[in-house]
């Protein structure tokens, strides 16, 4: 296959927001007398908000006036640790790699589950790099389904077998092949070793290498 487009997560692939989103979850949990760990919170990757607030109540049922105003205040508490990001909080080989698809011509796009996208771009000042951002915000499904990512294949005019999925949720790669695209795992392989290609992280890696590794073989 030939890729012309790279969709990325943003939480956990570009920058380490996971790390704000598991504070803000955290502190939710405590103020309601739940138990909340960081296995706990790994399930929460990828995953939407409200099926986030879900999985941490743990059966707890709650009114849905209740789960709005406890998403709201975990968001509130998020927020805030956001607005203390700075370009700095890029990952490694994160602008590296992103300004390289750009120097190619290739067409990128953010595809995230989260409402606060664009926020974050705009702290880390990547934004201008992208040539689409789709978020929470989209009329769409969450993953594991494939909606945000054929929004983002349509809003980058790539046909969906040739866009590149870049993501560190199962969740993220289960709904990349639901759309019909190969995807690159960043994490462990017991979360996303069904990637076609996985790394640990996006440094020490070029675009390049990844375009190499799925070009289509000679015989």
Known sequence: MIIKAFLFDLDGVLTDTSELHFQGWKRLAEEEGISFTREDNEALRGVSRRESLNLLLKGRQVTEEQAREMMERKNGYYLDLVQQMTPADLLPGAREIIAE???????????????????????????????????????????????????????????????????????????????????????????????????????????????????????
Not at 103 to 126: D, M, P, T, Y
Not at 190 to 205: C, I, M, N, P, W
């Open 101 to 219: 698809i750009k120097a190619l011509g290739l067409k990128q796009a953010i595809v995230s589950s989260s409402k606060n996208a664009a926020l974050v771009l705009e702290r880390l000042q990547i934004g201008d790099l992208f040539d689409a951002v789709i978020d929470g915000n989209a009329p769409a499904r969450s993953k594991p389904y494939p909606d945000l990512f054929l929004l983002a294949a349509q809003a980058v005019g790539v046909p969906p077998a040739n866009c590149l999925v870049v993501e560190d949720a199962g969740a993220g790669v289960d709904a990349a092949h639901a759309a019909g695209m190969p995807a690159l795992g960043l994490g462990p392989k017991e979360r996303v070793g069904h990637a076609e290609l996985v790394f640990d992280s996006l440094e020490h890696h070029t675009a390049r290498e990844i375009l190499a590794f799925f070009a289509p073989r000679r015989a």
